[in-house]
């Protein structure tokens, strides 16, 4: 009989840095695994072989976070580390990852997007783009002590943003009105910054204290 599936996904002595150290890599397989999956030329064979290996692979991972909104106990929300976003999160196989650091008046942020990441061949999709910018102008609004949500989002895309090359993204808040942050940011090649090729412009809200309590309960 299989055992049934444990409520949290660790036990709760194990010290969250070493939870994270795990996750984190099990992320770094995963997107090694997603980069070698979206750009192999294996046979069919090795292709089903492979789909039966991942599926008994999955199936080792119990356990399930009880309810939606539930904060992972190796998060610090809000403003601190997201293991499993899906831009700087290090367990996701999904996130380049994103790594941010504070730049100036705003903040920056480095990543290399791979394939799994394309649109048009050789170049980045337009939303992975957005992804980072909307992600980089949250970490933004709260360098500014001004946590918000993304309400707007205009993207101007100026030059295609190519693949499998270290990129620069920037973030600064320019202003704001009561609850409302205006925000800016880019997206350049590291090894050319004074040239965006992506440029977003943003209004971030700050939900009022009733609203924010009913959007996160967890916190
Ligand atoms: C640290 C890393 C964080 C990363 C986060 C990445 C960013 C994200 O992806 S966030 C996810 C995407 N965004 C969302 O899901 C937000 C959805 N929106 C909402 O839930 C609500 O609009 C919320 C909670 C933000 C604000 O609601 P609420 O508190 O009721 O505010 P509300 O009264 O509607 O609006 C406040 C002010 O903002 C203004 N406003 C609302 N929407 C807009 C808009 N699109 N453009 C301009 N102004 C707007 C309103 O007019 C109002 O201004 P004023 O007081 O002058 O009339």
New binding site residues.
């Given amino acids: 009989m299989t055992a049934p599936p444990t409520e949290t996904p660790f036990p709760e002595t194990e010290e969250p840095d070493d939870q994270r150290t795990a996750i984190a890599a099990l992320g770094h397989e995963l997107r090694t695994l997603v980069d070698a999956t979206v750009t192999t030329a294996a046979p069919t064979e090795i292709l089903h072989r492979m789909a039966d290996e991942v599926r008994g692979l999955t199936g080792q991972l119990t356990g399930r976070r009880r309810r939606r909104a539930e904060i992972p106990a190796v998060d610090e929300f ?2 601190g580390v ?1 293991m499993y976003s899906p831009v700087t999160g290090l367990g996701s196989p999904l996130a380049p990852p994103l790594r941010v650091a504070p730049d100036g008046d705003g903040v920056v942020g480095h990543c290399t997007l791979g394939i799994a990441h394309e649109g048009p061949p050789g170049y980045v999709h337009g939303g992975m783009s957005a992804m980072l910018l ?2 980089l ?3 933004a609004c ?1 360098a500014a002590k001004s ?6 989002l205009g993207m101007r895309y100026r030059r295609p943003v190519p693949v499998e090359t270290p990129l620069r993204v920037h973030a600064r808040v320019t202003g704001t ?4 942050a205006f925000v800016t940011g880019s997206i350049s090649t590291e090894e050319t910054p004074s040239v965006p090729l992506v440029t977003a412009d943003a ?1 971030f ?1 700050s ?2 204290p009733g ?1 924010a309590r009913a ?1 996160f309960p967890s916190t």
């Avoid at 946590?147 to 707007?152: H, L």
């Avoid at 009105?177 to 409302?180: A, L, P, S, T, V």
Wanted: proline share 12%; glycine share 12%; no cysteine.
């Fill in positions: 809000p403003g997201r909307d992600e102008m949250g970490w709260y946590p918000a949500m993304t309400v707007s009105e009561d609850r409302k209004v809200v939900p009022g609203r959007l």
